[in-house]
T-cell receptor, first 115, second 114 residues
Framework: AQSVTQLGSHVSVSEGALVLLRCNYS??????LFWYVQYPNQGLQLLLK??????LVKGINGFEAEFKKSETSFHLTKPSAHMSDAAEYFC?????????????FGTGTRLKVLA | NAGVTQTPKFQVLKTGQSMTLQCAQD?????MSWYRQDPGMGLRLIHY???????DQGEVPNGYNVSRSTTEDFPLRLLSAAPSQTSVYFC?????????????FGEGSWLTVV
């Protein structure tokens, strides 16, 4: 069974400050992990993904995430927030190369960037 | 460059009516799925399919039916709409082949049941 927990449904940061969005997962098989971003009234766009290669993954728009197996975490970071980063962010888990082919999403974190 | 196409984009239904949300993908993906998005609840998996003729239930399947007769299409049927089914619905497709399980989303279908 798989599950995802995103801590903090709303996060506010000042422009230029560090962005940290938290994601913890549970998976009975080696997981693949994803971060998606959703802008208002749009679909979800892939930011980055972990697929069992490098544990530090770099994505689009300056975001990165680190897979920490011991902590079952996959937190999303960006060194300096920009106004255009304001959106909702979703963490997701799926089995890697084994297990039922199914994606489970967290409840999302809405990021607000303050001028 | 179509990707995942959902229709309709907006729909208003009366309680008890039935309708079908259409989803088509042109990427030859084996995996297709339907999610509903509600405030504070994220995306919840309704049904998914790992190939033509194969479907399975997700977290919230009640009130919805699906079928997968072709690789390209994965329609979602609401048999008797209820106000609790007011939501935004997203179709997604993906493949394990060469993409690391990445799934791609449609633009969404906004459904209101009155």
């Amino acid at each position: 069974a798989q599950s995802v927990t995103q801590l903090g449904s709303h996060v506010s940061v000042s422009e230029g400050a560090l962005v940290l969005l938290r994601c913890n997962y549970s998976s009975s098989v080696p997981p693949y992990l994803f971060w998606y971003v959703q802008y208002p009234n749009q679909g979800l766009q892939l930011l980055l993904k972990y697929t069992s290669a490098a544990t530090l993954v770099k994505g689009i728009n300056g975001f990165e995430a680190e897979f920490k197996k011991s902590e079952t975490s996959f937190h999303l970071t960006k060194p300096s927030a920009h106004m255009s980063d304001a959106a909702e962010y979703f963490c997701a888990v799926s089995p890697g190369t084994s297990g039922t082919y199914k994606y489970i999403f967290g409840t999302g974190t809405r990021l607000k960037v303050l001028a | 460059n179509a990707g995942v196409t959902q229709t309709p984009k907006f729909q208003v239904l009366k309680t008890g009516q039935s309708m079908t949300l259409q989803c088509a993908q042109d990427m030859n993906h084996e995996y297709m799925s339907w999610y509903r998005q509600d405030p504070g609840m994220g995306l919840r998996l309704i049904h998914y399919s790992v190939g033509a003729g194969i479907t399975d239930q997700g977290e919230v399947p009640n009130g919805y039916n699906v079928s997968r007769s072709t690789t390209e299409d994965f329609p979602l049927r609401l048999l008797s709409a209820a106000p609790s089914q007011t939501s935004v619905y997203f179709c997604a497709s993906g493949t394990r082949i060469r993409s690391g399980n990445t799934i791609y989303f449609g633009e969404g279908s906004w459904l209101t049941v009155v």
